[in-house]
């Protein structure tokens, strides 16, 4: 009997534009009754940087059932009071084993979500490479994989790291890598002996921004090369970049990118 299994991956919530955007598409265009299981990348999800209990909660309502992260997943202090907690958010499996949180979750005895962090021009970490097999490896000897599906959300920020790290991760026996990280849409979606891959999946929030931050401090910390305080730009119209990926048999049949826009009727004032 043929088992169809169909994941949306959502792309970096950068912020109150991203949270809208993300909630438009998933609860009133009621897109989320189309998937059996929803991934988002939510470590920007608070004012840019990091994640709130309060926006943790709000995704959570928005039908989301499992929370990537990344290098900024510890920018918001709020997170070390509930990340042992929460039933859904995942941190960086290559942090130091003593940090709080956990860096895979398994949902429904079927999916296996992964979130490893790249090294090439990131903060230091341990070699994902590494991690990645290391955790292959101890999922194999504890339960039977052939009925899994491993699905990695690599956060990184080098092209050529990320293909590099998907074709090793495949050899192991994931099951897709999808990357994370410039919040810039790639269009190499593809799948290799079937395994999913796609480089980066993009981000959600504002089309007038820079990566989700308002203009004028991204440009002034550009030419001045004066750190700057970055601003969530808040302007529609917003954009949600996500993938959809289908499993036959715990096998990748299908990856397609998608682009949803929408301009909001009212502008709030200020970011929360």
């Known amino acids: ?36 299981f929803v991934i988002a990348n939510v470590e920007n999800a608070s004012h840019g940087f990091g994640l709130t209990k309060k926006n943790h909660d709000e995704l959570l309502e928005c039908k989301i059932n499992a929370m990537t992260s990344g ?12 990340i042992n907690e ?27 979500v992964v979130n490893l962090l790249g090294k090439t021009f ?7 490479f590494c991690a990645i097999e290391e955790l292959m490896n ?21 092209t050529a790291e990320k293909i590099c790290f998907a074709k090793f991760a495949f050899e192991l026996g994931v099951s897709a890598v999808v990357g994370t990280h410039t919040h810039v849409p ?10 999913a891959y796609l480089s980066d999946v993009g981000f959600c929030g504002s089309q007038n921004s820079v990566i989700g931050m308002e203009y004028e401090g991204s440009i002034k910390r550009l030419i ?22 289908e499993f036959s048999n715990n096998c990748a049949t299908s990856i397609n990118r998608i682009s949803f826009e929408y301009s909001a009727c009212e502008e709030k004032e200020s970011e929360d």
Not at 86 to 111: C, M, Q, T, W
Not at 123 to 128: E, G, L, T
Not at 139 to 157: Q, T
Not at 186 to 195: L, Q
């Open 71 to 82: 290098n900024h997943i510890w920018d918001k202090r709020d997170i070390l009071n509930y």
């Open 138 to 158: 101890k999922l194999k000897n504890e339960m039977d994989l052939s009925n899994k599906i491993v699905f990695v959300d690599f956060h990184a920020e080098a």
């Open 122 to 128: 990131m903060p230091p970490i341990d070699c994902p």
């Open 86 to 112: 929460s039933e859904a958010l995942i941190r960086p499996y290559n942090y130091h084993k003593d940090a709080k949180g956990v860096g895979y979750r398994i949902f429904n005895d079927k999916i296996i």
């Open 224 to 245: 001045t090369s004066i750190p700057e305080r970055f601003e969530v730009e808040t302007s529609s119209p917003y954009v949600l970049n996500a993938c959809e990926i």
């Open 1 to 36: 009997m043929t088992e169809k299994f169909k994941i949306l991956f959502i792309g970096d919530i950068v912020g109150r534009s991203g949270r809208e955007v993300v909630k438009r598409f998933l609860l009133d265009e009621n897109k989320a009754s189309e998937y059996d």
């Open 186 to 195: 790639t269009a190499d979606e593809k799948i290799i002996n079937n395994c």
